[in-house]
């Protein structure tokens, strides 16, 4: 028995050898390679060549080519869309043993892409899969030359190994997003259905490590391969966010991870995505040349930050942060396109700090000190910010402190207004380069335009006055008006605060003294 069973596989070892052997026989390579030439260009609607094209025997039949170029649609430019650094098609072997060639596996090695999108949104990529008049039917001569092979392109796996996809449209200004050492198995039942991928990628700028999770493509009959039902997860990790930061301009830098999972649907051609980002501390940083010493560090402590995205927006609703000891919570929603608009919704700040924000990390030379909260909205314009942001709110700080050395610039001001103030005490004031003025609280509604923001009471409680304003503040440079009414027992100071945010100036429109010792006494108070 034992020897029947090596005598029938000794047989049908040197049938399978004998059909290897024969391989060159069977097929000529140049039948091969206009067949799967003309296969190819039919199924994606795009001239294709190779650089070189052969069959290997061993370690198992295979076609081998290098140099695949795929071309780009002409109304893009000359391409090519896909370049392959090498390719290998295997054979498979059982229906050698009936004589005819079928393709099966085919592994990509340094395959590289380019997605491409024009002013209208339309894509490079959006026409593969239409008919080219280059990707008509079979030559006859490959028909009779290779009539085992016709019909035998059916891949049921592909390997991609350190893949490039290189992603540009007129929203990133000349920036580009890159896919690198991408390396991915797209699988297909024998019965056809949908297209299974998994893998792993990494996101430039910012080194976001990327895996695919149980993502399903499933190809529209009759359609063209923008229109694939897409499905399935993707997962994000960015272990240093300082290198996102940087790659996109933000003002400071920060260190910290970022990690989150999406949730992709839609089609290839209109993708949408859910899920969350979230990380555990961030920490921004700078060097200001104002700050001694210059190099300084804010952390953000928590955050989240839901996404939902789609081909016009992208939302985050709503982002949570924590920082400064106090809460951030806004729906972030941004209108994609040339022109980015984002809106901020819901605003709701809560017990957040001021002091770590505006001193320690920004060492502002004149800052407000406590607690802020605040609620509103806004809406603005991508890189025009300053001159753009329109919205309303109500804002309230303290308890707290008005601080630095602009505010002692501003006290000589405002106790110019009055003679009541000795020699004496005008040299205790120049003694304090830095003053700071106690406050109970600070509270106003506002509202903004373009950029300038307007309130109508503005009202500042101090332990011994009350000072009411309104008036305007541009934020592009900003340049201030406010008319102020300084109230302290039966004394009172009406002014005009002008100039800017950093140099302010005062002048006085009334003044009106009752007792010259309580401006006395309420001087001394703020100097203390």
């Known amino acids: 028995m034992v020897k029947r069973l090596l005598v029938i596989a000794g047989v049908l070892t040197l049938l399978l050898a004998g059909v290897v052997a024969l391989l060159p026989q069977l097929l000529r390579t140049s039948a091969l390679q206009v067949y799967v030439i003309q296969t190819a260009a039919k199924s994606l609607g795009r001239p294709v060549r190779f650089e070189s094209f052969s069959i290997s025997v061993l370690p198992r039949p295979a076609v081998r080519f290098r140099r695949l170029e795929v071309a780009e649609d002409p109304a893009f430019g000359a391409g090519p869309f896909l370049t392959v650094g090498e390719g290998r098609l295997g054979i498979r072997l059982r229906p050698l043993l009936t004589g005819r060639i079928e393709l099966g596996d085919l592994t990509l ?58 992603y540009r449209t007129p929203d990133l200004a000349g920036r580009e997003i890159t896919l690198d050492r991408i390396d991915a198995a797209i699988t297909r039942a024998p019965s056809g259905g949908a297209l299974r991928v998994t893998g792993t990628a990494v996101a430039q700028p910012g080194d976001v490590e990327i895996a695919f999770r149980d993502v399903s493509v499933t190809p529209a009959s009759g359609h063209a391969a923008s229109e694939a039902a897409l499905r399935g997860k993707i997962d994000l990790v960015a272990r240093d966010v300082g290198a996102l930061a940087a790659a996109f301009a933000a003002p400071a830098g920060a260190a910290g991870q970022l990690r989150g999972r999406l949730d992709i649907s839609g089609t290839l051609g209109h993708a949408t995505a859910q899920g ?61 396109g040339p022109a980015k608009l984002i809106a901020l919704r819901e605003i709701k700040i809560r017990g957040v700090e001021l002091e770590p924000i505006l001193v320690d990390f920004l060492c502002r030379p004149s800052a407000l000190t406590g607690p802020l909260d605040l609620t509103g909205s806004a809406t603005l314009r991508s890189g025009d910010a300053a001159r753009s942001l329109s919205g309303a709110g109500r804002v ?11 505010v002692a610039a501003l ?67 900003g340049r201030l008006h406010l008319e102020v009414v300084m109230t302290q027992g039966a004394n009172e100071v009406r002014g005009v605060i002008a100039g800017t945010a950093e140099a302010p100036t005062v002048t006085p429109t009334a003044i009106r003294v009752s007792d010259s010792r309580g401006i006395r006494r309420f001087v001394e108070k703020l100097l203390r």
């Open 411 to 477: 006290l000589d001001q405002v106790m110019d207004l009055t003679s009541a103030v000795s020699s004496g005490l005008d040299a205790d004031r120049r003694a304090r380069p830095s003053p700071a003025i106690d406050f109970n609280s600070i509270t106003a509604s506002y509202t903004v335009r373009n950029g300038v923001v307007r309130t109508e009471d503005l009202v500042l409680e101090t332990p011994d006055a009350r000072v009411k304003g309104a008036g305007t503040i541009a934020l592009s440079d």
């Open 109 to 166: 090695d340094r395959p590289r892409v380019d997605l491409v999108a024009d002013g209208r949104g339309r894509w490079n990529w959006a026409s593969l899969g239409a008919p080219t008049p280059s990707a008509g039917g079979l030559p006859r001569t490959l028909t009779r030359a290779a009539n085992p092979v016709a019909g035998a392109l059916l891949l049921s796996h592909v390997r991609i190994s350190g893949g490039t996809v290189r």
């Open 396 to 406: 309230r700080v303290g308890p707290g402190k008005v601080v630095g050395r602009d």
């Open 276 to 336: 969350a980002l979230g990380f555990d501390r961030l920490a921004l940083s700078g060097d200001l040349a104002r700050c001694e010493p210059p190099h300084r560090q804010l952390s953000l402590d928590a955050g989240r930050i839901p996404i939902s995205y789609s081909a016009s927006a992208l939302d985050a609703a709503p982002l949570e942060l924590e920082v400064a000891r106090g809460a951030v919570s806004v729906d972030v929603g941004v209108t994609l």
